[in-house]
């Protein structure tokens, strides 16, 4: 895939979309329902309702870049449906592309114990 130069910045849409949208209809959701700038260079990862489909979407700084990939067998690990985004490292992009498992979780930080 042709990616923009840098550090890669990817973010999910929680919600399933019409997977008849191509590459302007999916800018436009980008833009008006997710509040986000489609031409910055960060890919946009959507979902189906069948959890075995997947688009991304990225603008290359020459054109929208559209990639649509269909599991053969089993579904792609989405985050719960809701409305909004989410964003993934570049790892956990990958992981999802290719339909591992993956989760999202904060890492544990300790608190120091302090005594008086």
């Not at 870049?65 to 409305?83: N, Y």
């Not at 570049?90 to 302090?114: D, K, N």
């Amino acid at each position: 895939m042709i990616i923009p130069p840098g550090p890669l910045k990817v973010m999910v849409a929680t919600k399933p979309v019409d997977f008849r949208k191509g590459a302007i209809s999916l800018a436009a959701l980008v833009e008006h329902e997710l509040g986000l700038k489609p031409f910055s260079g960060v890919v946009f990862i959507f979902r189906s309702k069948q959890a075995n489909r997947i688009k991304l979407l990225v603008w290359d700084g020459t054109g929208l870049v559209l990639v649509s990939k269909v599991l053969q067998t089993g579904v792609f690990h989405w985050p719960r449906a809701h409305d909004g985004v989410m964003r993934l490292s570049a790892s956990q992009a990958s992981a999802l592309f290719e339909g591992l498992q993956w989760s999202m979780h904060t890492p544990r930080t300790q608190v120091p114990v302090t005594t008086r």
